[in-house]
């Protein structure tokens, strides 16, 4: 019986990462810039650089570092930012924004979603802070994010693999959980056989 294919993403603080991970034999990236920060939205140079791997580039727009309840002007940079990355050639954009009690900011979800038109949506892990997964992936999908990035509201998917499982059956094919954070080539048979992720 011949394996399913299994899709690499991995997370890229550069551009030089980005070419670090074509090398390597990654099939998609995830761009953000200062990784120690937690990964906060690159630059339209890093972006037009990680395209000429030919890779997919999901570039991040997140404005600052700390929590995901923005501002008014941040939330307008970052519609700003949208349009920026995916002229430079992003293939989509991964975001999250939340209330300030932590629920899911459904209306700037909507217009971002919107905003981000043809191209891929991905709710990142501000979702593994908000109180009821259930009822958000319910609101995601309702938006029409396609995938959710997740470590099964644990600081290591290797901790949150139980929740990633359950969250992959939830979802029923209406969205799709890739599953990060803490994910090595020593752990990761280990997180496929888990989660039953691909």
């Known amino acids: 019986m011949k394996m399913a294919q299994i899709l690499l993403e991995i997370c890229c603080g550069s551009a030089d990462d980005v070419l670090a991970a074509k090398a ?3 099939d998609r990236v995830e761009l953000n810039s200062s990784m120690f920060l937690g990964g906060i939205t690159p630059s339209v140079g890093e972006v037009k650089v990680a395209k000429k791997t030919g890779l997919p580039i999901m570039a991040m727009v997140r404005p600052r570092s700390g929590g995901f309840s923005y501002t008014p002007a ?3 940079t970052m519609l ?3 349009d920026a990355l995916l002229e430079a050639g992003a293939d989509g954009i991964v975001f999250g924004i939340l209330k300030e009690d932590g629920l ?3 209306e700037r979800c909507r217009i971002m979603r919107e905003r981000i038109g043809q191209h891929t949506a991905v709710f990142h892990r501000a979702f593994d802070v908000v109180p009821d997964w259930r009822k958000t992936m319910d609101q995601l999908v309702d938006l029409g994010i396609d995938r959710i990035l ?3 509201q644990c600081p290591s998917v290797r901790d949150g693999s139980k929740t990633v499982a359950r969250m992959i059956d939830y979802a ?3 969205i799709e959980i890739l599953p990060g954070a803490g994910i090595t ?3 990761g ?3 496929l056989a888990e989660t039953g992720s691909r």
């Open 185 to 187: 080539l020593q752990n």
């Open 74 to 76: 941040e939330f307008e």
């Open 189 to 191: 048979n280990d997180v």
């Open 24 to 26: 390597a034999g990654a």
């Open 172 to 174: 029923r094919e209406r």
């Open 150 to 152: 997740t470590s099964g």
């Open 104 to 106: 899911l900011d459904v």
């Open 80 to 82: 700003y930012d949208v």
